[in-house]
């Protein structure tokens, strides 16, 4: 017996499905990645506690991934498991009239349709971000002038070890793209969120507005993982890739979006070494030509 086959049978006697050799191209946006050794839907907390102290036990390498909206996974896999919160991690609820506590697992437009239906508003910004709870808190995600730290107040994690615990306010160190979490290797299970009571129908039409400002301006029709540099301090990332004419740029089945020259997309049958090979092209062309550094917000697997 493997070690792949000790953590997919104790997964499988606490009830959370496991899958060997799982292509990862099914679960992130990129519809790219070769497959995991073990795919696990964890369903609780305490679940969760168990399975990643066997990886750590039996020196299993293991990561939490959300929707895989910001991902980019190699075509040679994983060598290990891949965890994905399920069941009590998507339970949305109220915790009082402004405050909502989310799992990590819930989708954000989940949690962006609960405030819209109790009034609450705080997360327009947010409506159409493809990704996790806690993949948007890990990465401080934002749009339209909105980001997670203005609304997330505390956040709850689980150590590898299996400590649990909780950070507020000042200690989760938000910053662009970033989070305490993206530093200590906390796996964040929930979040805790203070909206502000406002007209549903100004809420709707708000989240309308930004929608239809994405769809006009986004390649949302291919697979992609969103914006794939972070923005350079006084530029933007997209207008110094279309200023260097790289719009529609390609590399295998890796393009440079001609909607939106921030984005790369998949137009069938793209690798991860397409991508890869294409962003160093970009980063390679921006600075020769106008000086600026790149940083890929894109998380590479």
């Given at each position: 017996m493997d070690r792949t086959d000790i953590i997919c049978n104790l997964s499988e006697i606490l009830n959370c499905e496991a899958k060997q050799r799982e292509p990862l191209s099914r679960h992130t946006t990129f519809k790219i990645g070769g497959a995991a050794d073990a795919y696990i839907s964890v369903t609780s907390l305490?679940?969760?506690?168990?399975?990643?102290r066997e990886c750590e036990e039996s020196e299993i390498d293991w990561m939490v991934i959300g929707n895989g909206s910001n991902l980019l996974v190699s075509d040679e896999g994983y060598r290990g498991a891949v965890l994905r919160l399920d069941g009590d991690f998507r339970r949305i609820s109220l915790v009082d009239d402004c405050t909502v506590y989310c799992g990590a697992g819930a989708s954000l437009a989940a949690l962006c349709k609960f405030a819209l239906s109790n009034g609450l508003s705080g997360l327009e910004f947010a409506w159409g971000i493809p990704g996790t709870v806690g993949g948007a808190v890990f990465m401080n995600a934002g749009a339209y002038g909105g980001e997670m730290k203005q609304v997330v107040f505390s956040v709850s994690h689980l150590t590898p070890e299996g400590d649990i615990g909780r950070i507020e306010s000042d200690g989760l160190e938000f910053g662009y793209r970033t989070s305490v979490y993206r530093k200590n290797g906390y796996i964040i299970t929930g979040a805790t969120v203070k909206l502000k009571?406002?007209?549903?129908?100004?809420?709707?039409?708000?989240?309308?507005?930004?929608f239809?400002?994405?769809?006009?301006?986004?390649?949302?029709?291919?697979?992609?993982?969103?914006?794939?540099?972070?923005?350079?301090?006084?530029?933007?990332?997209?207008?110094?890739?279309?200023?260097?004419?790289?719009?529609?740029h390609s590399h295998g089945g890796a393009q440079v979006s001609e909607k939106h020259a921030g984005f790369i997309i998949n137009t069938g049958g793209a690798s991860a070494?397409?991508?890869?090979?294409?962003?160093?092209?970009?980063?390679?062309?921006?600075?020769?030509?106008?000086?600026?550094?790149l940083e890929c917000e894109l998380i590479i697997l």
């Open positions: 305490s679940k969760l506690s168990t399975i990643v009571k406002a007209n549903p129908d100004d809420i709707r039409a708000a989240m309308d507005d930004y239809g400002r994405r769809s006009s301006k986004q390649p949302l029709e291919y697979p992609s993982a969103g914006s794939v540099f972070k923005r350079p301090e006084g530029a933007f990332a997209g207008a110094l890739i279309e200023q260097c004419g790289l719009k529609g070494n397409d991508v890869k090979a294409l962003v160093r092209e970009i980063q390679t062309k921006v600075y020769d030509e106008t000086g600026y550094t």
